[in-house]
Nanobody, 122 residues
Framework: QVQLVESGGGSVQAGGSLRLSCTASGLPFSKYTSGWFRQTPGKERDFVAGMSWSGNTFYGDFLKDRFTISRDDAKNTLYLQMNNLKPEDTAVYYC????????????????WGQGIQVTVSS
């Protein structure tokens, strides 16, 4: 049974930083495409950042180098380092994985975490 568990969310002031973690059981991130998405109430879930099984990374166009995705295969954990946070980054952030080539399309990811709230105040 696959389980993705996010941690590290919370509240921060604009300009601050947070690091999200996603620990997987039941699948190895080193053999899956993985990613982070975010969603605000009433809006679609948007792609934030992703990593292929081989370690290639890709990001949403809006980030402008503020976020970094990384992975620790020994811990089977995916990370999202978020710097210079802005109020518009406020959202529920989701970790996701798929057994296939990398993609930014939410509907092509098979496994999801429960989501974690990130709130950025001005």
């Amino acid at each position: 049974q696959v389980q993705l568990v996010e941690s590290g969310g919370g509240s921060v002031q604009a300009g601050g930083s947070l690091r999200l973690s996603c620990t997987a059981s039941g699948l190895p991130f080193s053999k899956y495409t993985s990613g982070w998405f975010r969603q605000t109430p009433g809006k679609e879930r948007d792609f934030v950042a992703g990593m292929s099984w081989s370690g290639n990374t890709f990001y949403g166009d809006f980030l402008k180098d503020r976020f970094t995705i990384s992975r620790d295969d020994a811990k089977n954990t995916l990370y999202l380092q978020m710097n210079n946070l802005k109020p518009e980054d406020t959202a529920v952030y989701y970790c996701a994985a798929r057994n296939g080539v990398w993609t930014t399309h939410v509907e092509q990811y098979d496994d999801w975490g429960q989501g974690i709230q990130v709130t950025v105040s001005s």
